[in-house]
């Protein structure tokens, strides 16, 4: 539902920067932390300051588009107490996780009935409705969008946990394309009237909402 480049989406976008992406980079964090890696809370990345976690240009994408990304976590998987590509795995996949958490709780005052569907299309100053449904919306798409299986994303890594090591190995040793395949993806299929990574994400993200709020 586009409400435009309003207050009201301008301020969920904020809350997204401030806090939706610091919790997402945190639990990554804390997720290799209670594995045994402490790498990352070394580097004063277990914290959520979010100005500890934020890119400048990740940020500004935020602000201007709705998507964007923060500075990536340094994990060192072989300092955990469980198998490497398992003990990334997990870590990989509490980012995105935690951006479903964040959504759930957006959905609660709807479900508690302290805010009604209906205030979504009330378009008159700042609408708090309005506000939790853009940070959820986002808060999906940014975690549908890193479990795809494309390195730098989270579901690269998760994915080459749970494959048999052969098959992990193959995955892995696709990282120096994965980015240009990304890239080709997100730009250049889209410009030429493919838009591949939306088929895939939409249609999920538009169920998990239903979901939530329905």
């Given at each position: 539902?586009?409400?435009?480049?309003?207050?009201t989406?301008?301020?969920?976008?904020?809350?997204?920067?401030?806090?939706a992406?610091?919790?997402?980079?945190w639990?990554?964090?804390?997720?290799?932390?209670?594995?045994?890696?402490?790498?990352?809370?070394?580097?004063?990345?277990?914290?959520?300051?979010?100005?500890?976690?934020?890119?400048?240009?990740?940020?500004?994408?935020?602000?201007?588009?709705?998507?964007?990304?923060?500075?990536?976590?340094?994990?060192?998987?072989?300092?955990?107490?469980?198998?490497?590509?398992?003990?990334?795995?997990?870590?990989?996949?509490?980012?995105?996780?935690?951006?479903?958490?964040?959504?759930?709780?957006?959905?609660?005052?709807?479900?508690?009935?302290?805010?009604?569907?209906?205030?979504?299309?009330?378009h008159?100053?700042?609408?708090?409705?309005?506000?939790?449904?853009?940070?959820?919306?986002?808060?999906?798409?940014?975690?549908?969008?890193?479990?795809l299986?494309?390195?730098?994303?989270?579901?690269?890594?998760?994915?080459?946990?749970?494959?048999?090591?052969?098959?992990?190995?193959?995955?892995?040793?696709?990282?120096?394309?994965?980015?240009?395949?990304?890239?080709?993806?997100?730009?250049?299929?889209?410009?030429?009237?493919?838009?591949?990574?939306?088929?895939?994400?939409?249609?999920?993200?538009?169920?998990?909402?239903?979901?939530?709020?329905?």
């Amino acid at each position: 539902m586009p409400f435009g480049l309003s207050l009201t989406t301008l301020l969920a976008r904020v809350v997204v920067l401030l806090v939706a992406m610091p919790i997402h980079e945190w639990a990554h964090a804390w997720s290799a932390y209670e594995l045994g890696d402490d790498t990352a809370r070394l580097r004063g990345r277990l914290s959520l300051n979010p100005f500890v976690h934020l890119d400048i240009f990740g940020s500004l994408l935020i602000l201007l588009t709705g998507f964007g990304w923060a500075k990536p976590v340094p994990v060192n998987p072989y300092r955990m107490r469980v198998q490497a590509r398992k003990g990334m795995a997990l870590s990989a996949s509490a980012g995105p996780l935690s951006n479903l958490l964040v959504a759930v709780l957006c959905a609660v005052p709807f479900r508690l009935g302290l805010l009604n569907l209906g205030d979504l299309y009330v378009h008159s100053g700042l609408n708090l409705a309005q506000v939790l449904w853009l940070i959820a919306q986002i808060s999906i798409g940014l975690a549908l969008f890193n479990f795809l299986p494309f390195y730098p994303l989270d579901g690269e890594k998760v994915l080459a946990g749970v494959l048999p090591p052969h098959m992990g190995d193959q995955l892995l040793a696709l990282r120096p394309y994965s980015p240009y395949v990304l890239v080709g993806l997100l730009f250049i299929l889209p410009y030429l009237g493919f838009d591949v990574i939306g088929s895939l994400i939409w249609p999920v993200a538009s169920v998990l909402e239903r979901i939530l709020f329905w």
